[in-house]
């Protein structure tokens, strides 16, 4: 489905129920994304998912200190910013529309009732008011900038060994040329435990990467950032001002970019 673009374009000032966007007007090169930045339920799915607000406040629901890092980190690159505004538990923007996970049923040992029983009619309800209208706004403001996409995870998943990483740089075999850069940068970080594609795999067909980068020749990397440590404003920022440099050099660094 094509969204209309002038509904986009009186979109991409203003709060969405999709998604939020800061700095549209900024000239910086780079796109600034969080894809899992709220844990909100619309009201028209009845505000909840079944699952206790403790289970809503994990990881599960949202990344914890993504939209703080992420907004910092746009402003200060002078660069636009896209959050969603939806708990990936709804239905999720990294994802591809055919992916098996769209709408999670499970999630790290919680099961999520409210899920169970979606079928076409209720997925395409979501996918038409929360996902595609997401991704419309991010390929708006992709036109011409590199994509910095910014995550955050849980230290330990349930059953698992700890995460020792503080940081995670994600990529896809397909262009790894920013992704590459950035870790020679930060690996000479003396007090950095950086994750080369961890805590995940990088390579995800379908994913917004590939959709708003990877189709488009676009430089592009995907930070991961231990949510243990972005917990407060105060951390989102610290860790805004040491990427920002960070990330400078990186582009500097590259040819054509």
Partial sequence: MVLMADHVERCLNMRHEAFETFGTDRPGPWLVTCDHA?????????????????????????????????????????SPAVCSDFSRLVIDPNRGEDDPTLVMKLYDG???????????????????????PYHAAVAELAVGRHLLAIHSFTPCLR?????????????????????????????????LCVGDNEPYSGHLPGDSVDRHALQFGRHNTLIELRNDLIETEAQQRDWARRLAPILSDVLAALPNA
Avoid: C
């Fill in 38 to 78: 709220s844990n909100r339920v619309p009201d028209w799915l009845g505000g909840q998912l079944g699952i206790a607000q403790s289970d809503m406040a994990r990881h599960i629901a949202y990344d914890l200190g993504a939209k703080g890092v992420t907004t910092f980190l746009a402003e200060l690159l002078n």
């Fill in 110 to 132: 919680t099961i999520i009732p409210a899920n169970r029983d979606v079928g076409e009619a209720e997925r395409a309800v979501r996918m038409e008011r929360l996902y595609r």
């Fill in 159 to 191: 059953g698992r060994a700890p995460r020792p990483w503080q940081i995670g740089v994600l990529y896809s075999h397909l262009d790894a040329r920013m992704s590459k850069v950035l870790l020679d940068r930060l690996s000479q970080e003396p007090d």
